[in-house]
């Protein structure tokens, strides 16, 4: 089975490079408008789909992007691996400015934005015990010792409502929490994508100390919009290593992810809305089709 690999751009990723055949393309979605057109074209021979979650340019706050059109979206262009990018701080002394973490669980604070598929009419419960996808972690882990980038495996991703940082005191509660690491974009998003039966994983770049005691020397703008830069020019290279480690996807995801919806859908096909059926066309409709 032939995998098409999507690629969720974080702050300072607006493009990535090495596509050929490539186009921009609005997709569109019952679930509203996608947070840009969809960069769409192949890398060593493996189809890819690129969208910058914020807009080019910057345009959308982590509270205003639509998740839900964005994973629709990638899903209706036959998206079945997903690597987002997310600028973080850092909530542990080991991770440095300009590391590169592959997170493999998340706590979700955020509070203001729709957080599943689902509801009234047709409801379901997707287990999130294990939110990301190990094969595509494990192939992330591979590329990156491949070219020699320095990258850590696991970690904890406490996702907040922003848009403000965090306070001093919240960064040392969620420390004590065992998370790695704060942003503010990946979630909803992770729900999304499992409940789309979609591999995702995160690639959390961290880009400062946030709010961490003040000992340590505090980060200019001027040095993070440089660490922003490096850090997209790392994380482009780690795309292109990593196409040809996916391209050659099993026909059953071994972590299960592509089959998450068998058991999950509970509201009675007698009872279920026509109308909200009918928008998850894309994202269930191997099990609705049934």
């Given at each position: ?80 691996d997903i690597i987002s990018f997310s600028a ?203």
């Open positions: 089975m032939s995998a098409v690999i999507g690629v969720i751009g974080g702050t300072g990723l607006n493009a990535i490079e090495g596509l050929q055949d490539k186009s921009w393309e609005r997709v569109l979605s019952p679930w509203g408008s996608s947070s840009d057109e969809m960069l769409i074209g192949t890398i060593d021979g493996t189809r890819h789909v690129f969208l910058p979650r914020h807009e080019r340019g910057y345009r959308y706050a982590p509270s205003d992007i639509n998740y839900r059109a964005n994973i629709d979206a990638m899903k209706r262009l036959g998206v079945t973080v701080g850092s909530l542990r002394a080991d991770l440095q400015p300009g590391q590169f973490v592959i997170v493999d669980q998340f706590v979700d604070l955020t509070h203001n934005r729709p957080t599943s598929f689902f509801g009234s009419g047709c409801v379901a419960h997707v287990s999130m015990a294990e939110p990301v996808c190990s094969r595509v972690g494990d192939a992330l882990e591979q590329a990156a010792a491949n070219i020699g980038m320095p990258l850590t495996r696991g970690g904890t991703y406490v996702a907040i409502e922003g848009p403000q940082f965090p306070t001093r005191a919240e960064c040392d509660l969620y420390g004590s929490w065992g998370c790695s690491v704060v942003g503010m974009t990946n979630m909803p998003e992770a729900k999304l994508a499992r409940e789309a039966e979609m591999c995702y994983s995160t690639v959390a770049v961290v880009t400062d100390y946030g709010c961490r005691p003040s000992s340590r020397a505090a980060i200019g703008a001027d040095q993070m919009m440089k660490i922003l830069t490096d850090n997209a020019d790392r994380a482009r290279a780690l795309v292109r290593a990593v196409a040809p480690l996916l391209k050659g996807r099993p026909a059953a995801c071994p972590a299960g992810c592509d089959h998450v919806l068998d058991h999950a859908i509970v509201t009675d096909e007698q009872v279920r809305d026509h109308d909200l059926v009918a928008k998850l066309d894309a994202v269930a409709g191997r099990v609705l089709r049934k």
